[in-house]
């Protein structure tokens, strides 16, 4: 068999039963091999940004690597902000980035470029096959690469003749590599400093924000009076009616040290040490309190959960977990607002939702609302790389065809990536897209004057602003196959949104907010 | 002043006079700056492929930088592809990436990244400011780079702290570097080749490819029988009639060497040995004819059109150049295929338009079909990295308001930076872009034979078809704010192009193809 075909097999072999793809001629090869695995699905994406931000939302959610399909250095590039985001989600991802033929590259034809330089910014394990003969071992180490802990991008470059030439042979996959087992002598310090009487918290990040993490997280929290704060942007919370709640940190500098005022114990859980999001003149860049320790229960590698569980049995063997009562706000009236959109979203959540959340400024209210909602998952941009919502809602959809999807989005960073929408009608997905239209990049709005860039004038002020002309994001997505409505009213939104969720395949509710200035 | 004040002062100062943008946050202090200085024209564009993309449109016609605002890595990922493009067409680029503060980086905040080593990727000139005070001359080395000569994209790495910073001042512009000029020795030498009596041609690509390099390689083949041909992918062709017509060099590489069939000697002006755009089984990857000398007549740096001039005088001194004759052909009727819509743009074509062509397969017949139809610009795609054609007919635009742009665009192609629409309709700008709606990447599927491979099973060919949903562009443009249409016979097709070129602002008409399959 030729290269393509043992790199498709191996990696079925080893669990990765989706493709996400956007090829061009010099992965023509792996296209035509994809036939020959019925386990493989292939997904269409037409831009890479789209590609690489479903692989992103699919390992999420899967807990086990896509492998994506792109073209040369200029398919990476396109795809790099949503690795990037997948980087810092710390995603597993097989990245396969084809390449001209390996005695074609002397030749500098148009499409050659470094793509080794432009991987290495968001990958963890890079690798060029250079023979069909290596292919299936490559695929295996990618995948074994891809699944860490933590996870982390492995990109493997694939020259186009190592694609075509005979000679190949498939791999055996190897088993999943086992997370790290935290020793009792760092359990015992963390237990001494939560038990020292002294403010302390525990900041959660990673895997342990899911479900076994967060129980023992809050008996320990119980038992000792720590505060439990979880990472200002997660990958994957695990939230809702039943769960512990759990109070995330801040995007601005100043609420994240207002929170963590006064503590002298910091225990970092698959967590780092908080820093400011941007700089700005005269704050700080890292958020800690002065004269606050800084502990380590488990870092990325390891088994927080089990950590968390060995803690809670040392100090925490008789409490309880607090646990969320259900709780639902009412439908919202009046005007649409941030609001009241999240009101709406609070009373009409489904029962294992997984909530795709790049709404930013305007989706403020989004967690608060839901909060008392049936269980469910809450994905963020964990990266700050704006167009990840759309994507990851699409790959997340396609990990769990069960559950439903909700995409929160703002209006600006939904245009980066927006063929994201045509990917969801092809393959009918359970997606309800929520555009929080306020017609402006609203963060910076804001950032402009916390940054103490005063002179705003109107140059200024239209990089900014997304009107003239305002976007009609129905119209867009009706032109990319996904059923939509415009909403201008709490009503009129939440009545939208009943019926989106009701019906099969992907829907989009265009909620018309407040011009924000 | 602040650093981001005297980056834009000095830029305009060295005739840099607008500004595409996609700012964040650290990008903020440079977007308030922009109002004090007058001659900058700002443009944002929603994805930062609109911004490199537009910048080199800009770029190939002004014959000056633009200067680009990219937020962070992930910003300059997005714009990578036609950077790549930009690179290739060795336009003029001050590419300005924001970066997080000198003293922030350290705490490796969720968006940071290697900037450089993606910049690298791109740039023949990176440079990272790191004072206030050093920013003025940065900015007037970093004008000095992109105009090399030959142009090229330098980048300008920006922290914020840089940016917001007192003590800056502006600096004073530079002479506008000269090509340089080629010996006397180089231009004998190619005269005693062309008059050898052996088969010879000229291969004319970058600034060669302007009226009067053309002249006069025009004057050279009509005195010595040589042929002349054009680089496959020019950034600029100037053609039409009364200008020589020059017989571009194919695609496909079989195209290429029967083209070059015979030839002796092959004389290179401001072009590169013919390479295959990708490489295929069993076939050469460079398109050179056994025994075939090559000489380089002018290299990128040197003045290509002067050099023609005197190779001209030497051996062409009474020769007229081939003038192409006024001709256009009649209007279409029948049904509407690539052939019937490269009719109608050889109908209609106004004089002096710049074309945007990034039609691909179903474009094949616009340059026969316009070759006789008044002067105008024509910009292909230089890098191969599809997306280029909306975001470069949006630049030229910008670059040349009193001319009206055609943007030439294949349907999947035009997915990677549709937002580019809306930049048009915020501008105003007089762009026609004709959608060449086939439903499918019809370049793969023929791509997907020549690379041999043959198993197309169902799966296969779904990663190459765009249909399952259909695109309605007409839905997707009026979205973006841009007049749309739909065309499906060849009259229909001519009465909406006639009516966009004769109404101001942008329009959009969908031309549906036969399927290609």
Same mark, same amino acid.
């Given at each position: 068999m030729n290269g393509a075909q043992a790199l498709i097999r191996t990696l079925a072999g080893c669990g990765v039963d989706i493709c996400f793809a956007n090829p061009g001629t010099s992965e023509m090869h792996f296209v035509a091999a994809l036939d020959a695995v019925p386990s493989m699905r292939a997904v269409l994406g037409l831009s890479e940004g789209v590609v690489t931000g479903a692989a992103d939302g699919y390992g999420r959610m899967a807990e086990r690597p896509a492998v994506t399909l792109l073209h040369l250095g200029p398919g990476l590039g396109n795809g790099l902000a949503n690795l990037h985001n997948a980087r810092r989600a710390r995603t597993p991802v097989v990245n396969v980035v084809g390449d001209h033929a390996t005695y074609h590259k002397q030749f500098d034809a148009p499409l050659e470029s470094d793509i080794d330089s432009v991987a290495s910014n968001v990958s963890g394990w890079i690798r060029r096959s250079m023979r069909p003969e290596d292919v299936a071992a490559d695929a295996t180490d990618a995948v074994t690469a891809a699944l860490g802990p933590p996870g982390q991008v492995a990109t493997l470059i694939l020259p186009a003749d190592v694609s075509w030439l005979d000679g190949a042979e498939t791999a055996a996959p190897r088993a999943r590599p086992a997370r790290g087992v935290v020793g009792d002598d760092v359990v015992a310090a963390v237990a001494k400093a939560l038990t020292s009487g002294e403010p302390a918290a525990l900041l959660m990040g990673g895997t342990s924000l899911r479900e076994p993490g967060l129980l023992a997280a809050s008996r320990v929290a119980a038992a000792t009076g720590s505060k439990l704060y979880g990472e200002t942007f997660p990958a994957r919370l695990e939230r809702g009616a039943g769960l512990p709640p759990i109070e995330r940190l801040g995007y601005l500098a100043e609420f994240t040290m207002a929170q963590l005022a006064g503590l002298r114990h910091l225990v970092l859980v698959d967590a780092r040490v908080p820093v400011s999001f941007f700089a700005y003149p005269d704050k700080p860049s890292r958020l800690l309190p002065n004269g606050c320790e800084v502990l380590t229960l488990a870092a990325g590698a390891d088994d927080a959960a089990e950590?968390?569980?060995?803690?809670?049995?040392?100090?925490?063997?008789? /409490?309880?977990?607090?646990?969320?009562?259900?709780?639902?706000?009412?439908?919202? %009236? $009046?005007?649409?607002? $941030?609001?009241? #959109?999240?009101?709406?979203? *609070? /009373?009409?959540?489904?029962?294992?939702?997984?909530?795709?959340?790049?709404?930013? !400024?305007?989706?403020?209210?989004?967690?608060? %609302? &839901? %909060? *008392?909602?049936?269980?469910?998952?809450?994905? !963020?941009? !964990? $990266? $700050?790389? @704006?167009?990840?919502?759309?994507?990851? %809602? &699409? *790959?997340?959809?396609?990990?769990?065809?069960?559950?439903?999807?909700?995409?929160?989005?703002?209006?600006?960073?939904?245009?980066?990536?927006?063929?994201?929408?045509?990917?969801?009608?092809?393959?009918?997905?359970?997606? !309800?897209?929520?555009?929080?239209?306020?017609?402006?990049?609203?963060?910076?709005?804001?950032?402009?004057?916390? #940054?103490?860039?005063?002179?705003?004038?109107?140059?200024?002020?239209?990089?900014?602003?997304?009107?003239?002309?305002?976007?009609?994001?129905?119209? @867009?997505?009706?032109?990319?196959? #996904?059923?939509?409505?415009?909403? &201008? &009213?709490?009503?009129?939104?939440?009545?939208?949104?009943?019926?989106?969720l009701a019906e099969p395949g992907p829907h989009l509710i265009e909620a018309v907010l407040p011009k924000s200035l």
């Open positions: 950590a968390l569980a060995r803690l809670a049995d040392m100090v925490a063997a008789h /409490a309880e977990p607090i646990r969320q009562a259900p709780s639902r706000p009412d439908r919202p %009236a $009046g005007p649409l607002t $941030g609001e009241s #959109v999240a009101q709406a979203l *609070g /009373a009409l959540l489904p029962e294992d939702a997984i909530v795709s959340d790049e709404a930013n !400024t305007a989706g403020l209210w989004a967690p608060m %609302a &839901t %909060a *008392g909602a049936p269980r469910h998952d809450w994905l !963020t941009l !964990t $990266g $700050g790389a @704006i167009g990840q919502g759309l994507p990851v %809602a &699409t *790959g997340a959809a396609l990990a769990c065809p069960d559950r439903h999807v909700v995409s929160l989005q703002a209006d600006g960073s939904a245009m980066y990536t927006i063929p994201a929408l045509w990917t969801q009608a092809r393959e009918g997905l359970n997606v !309800t897209t929520v555009i929080f239209a306020n017609r402006s990049y609203a963060i910076l709005n804001m950032e402009l004057s916390r #940054v103490g860039a005063e002179a705003q004038g109107p140059k200024a002020l239209s990089m900014l602003d997304l009107s003239r002309p305002d976007l009609d994001f129905v119209a @867009i997505a009706q032109g990319m196959g #996904v059923a939509a409505e415009r909403a &201008t &009213t709490a009503k009129e939104f939440t009545r939208q949104f009943e019926r989106a």
